[in-house]
């Protein structure tokens, strides 16, 4: 049976301080979640019914071990991932000043598994009959997984829905001029683009929203969403139908993995066959709820949560 959900990108272990508003020196306590983007937008969906699979890899090590074991409790497939001998599995940590300080501290050194996924060990079958299939521009930064990405999105050739998140991290490229080509070639092998301003400038050269939306569907797509902060979100697609969402009201706790929860509900939306605008409330709703929690994968919303905080009207 197909999956509902594959992704492709980032994994690693999640280190966030237990203290809030205390600076990573004097940090004495942390939790350890799974995290990457990918791998969370995975979860997401899982929590929300959807069957899912994630194609990464990970160090051969304990934290590796840790990873196969978080995905498997939260009921996504782990059969496309792999370990890489010689390179650890990546650790990311954060510090956490609410409402919208979170700064993340990445630890991807001499590289990171999940840049080493290989065109040539793809299952492309399973990656073309999948409903939906994900993937991340950090994906794009480094060989092989630039290739292997690429190979991926021209051989499913707009099957489904294929969604690009665009996934902008500076730390892993030399410039954003380096990145636009291979994004604007990811572009043309997909159907959905989600990216937040920066992200849309970096795909498109242009940052004002209805003209980056403008400028991502002329690169191909028939969905763009670009997230405007306390703007809320823009959805315009290829028919001409637009929905402009303020966010809900919600005390931040950590911001981090928002837009993962809203990824995971925006896979939701579509497959369900909602229109636009109720995609879009319940996916900014998901995002919300993430961020009045500490925790990222673990703190995935259910349907029940999404439904009480659209009808509430903010999360309580």
């Known amino acids: 049976m197909a999956y509902d959900l594959i992704t492709m990108g980032r994994i690693g272990v999640d280190l966030y301080p237990l203290q809030t508003g205390v600076p990573l020196p004097q940090v004495t306590s942390f939790g350890k979640f799974l995290g990457g983007s990918a791998s969370n937008v995975a979860v997401a969906a899982a929590r929300l019914g959807r069957r899912t699979a994630v194609i990464t890899r990970t160090g051969d090590d304990p934290f590796g071990t840790y990873l196969h074991e978080a995905l498997k409790g939260f009921g996504v497939d782990d059969r496309w991932v792999t370990p890489v001998p010689g390179l650890p599995t990546p650790v990311t940590f954060c510090e956490v000043f609410p409402p919208d300080d979170f700064p993340l501290y990445f630890y991807r050194q001499p590289k990171a598994p999940d840049l080493e996924i290989d065109a040539h060990e793809l299952d492309l079958d399973a990656i073309r009959d999948a ?3 994900w993937v991340t521009g950090t ?7 630039r290739t292997a990405t690429l190979a991926a999105l021209a051989h499913r050739a707009k099957a ?8 902008w991290r500076p730390m892993f490229w030399s410039d954003p001029d380096a990145a636009r080509p291979f994004y604007t070639e990811a572009l043309r092998h997909t159907t959905v683009a989600v990216g937040n301003l920066d992200e849309v400038e970096v795909a498109t050269g242009v940052r004002e929203p209805h003209a980056a939306a403008r400028a991502l569907l002329d690169a191909g797509v028939e969905l763009a969403v670009v997230k405007q902060g306390p703007k809320g979100v823009l959805a315009v697609n290829s028919a001409g ?4 969402v303020p966010p809900l009201p919600v005390n931040v706790l950590n911001g981090l993995g928002a837009g993962d929860a809203f990824g995971g509900s925006l896979v939701h939306g579509l497959l369900a066959g909602r229109d636009l605008e109720t995609v879009m409330r319940h996916a900014n709703a ?8 500490l925790e990222c994968s673990s703190a995935m919303p259910t349907p029940d949560e999404i439904e009480a905080a659209v009808t509430a009207g903010a999360v309580q």
């Open 131 to 133: 409903r939906v299939f």
């Open 139 to 145: 994906g794009l930064s480094e060989e092989p997984s």
């Open 160 to 167: 489904g829905t294929t969604v690009f998140d665009l996934d």
């Open 241 to 244: 139908e637009s929905a402009e």
């Open 286 to 293: 998901a995002g919300a709820i993430v961020a009045s929690r």
